[in-house]
């Protein structure tokens, strides 16, 4: 079966960096647009960002635009978002996907979810 896997949550302070990692398993996602997006408790889940299949282009939400990355090595099949200069309100699960789509637009649907991991930044 096609599945996603995040990894490298964790508990941080403010201005810290944090990587996350997605490893897709069951077949290849080489050819797959991949993005990430978050969830805080009791908010609904938004757009973070999203790498297209060539890794060329790329498209964040405003609230990360400076501060996070995404990158991805399609040898491994994975895809990773470089979180730095952290902030209480980046506090949530993240989650990877992938979209049937290759190119990226704000309007491109996703079908394969990751279960999230967790990130927590204090003070």
């Known amino acids: 079966q096609a599945r996603l896997a995040e990894s490298g949550g964790g508990l941080v302070q403010t201005g810290d960096s944090l990587r996350l990692s997605c490893a897709g398993s069951?077949?290849?996602?080489?050819?797959?647009?991949m993005g990430w997006f978050r969830q805080a408790p009791g908010k609904e889940r938004e757009f973070v960002g999203v790498?297209?299949?060539?890794?060329?282009?790329?498209i964040y939400a405003d609230s990360v635009k400076g501060r996070f990355t995404i990158s991805r090595d399609n040898a491994k099949n994975s895809v990773y978002l470089q979180m730095t200069g952290l902030k209480p309100e980046d506090t949530a699960i993240y989650f990877c996907t992938a979209s049937a789509y290759a190119t990226v637009t704000r309007s491109i649907t996703y079908d394969y979810w990751g279960q999230g991991t967790q990130v927590t930044v204090s003070s």
């Open positions: 069951g077949r290849s996602f080489r050819n797959n647009a």
């Open positions: 790498l297209s299949a060539n890794g060329l282009n790329s």
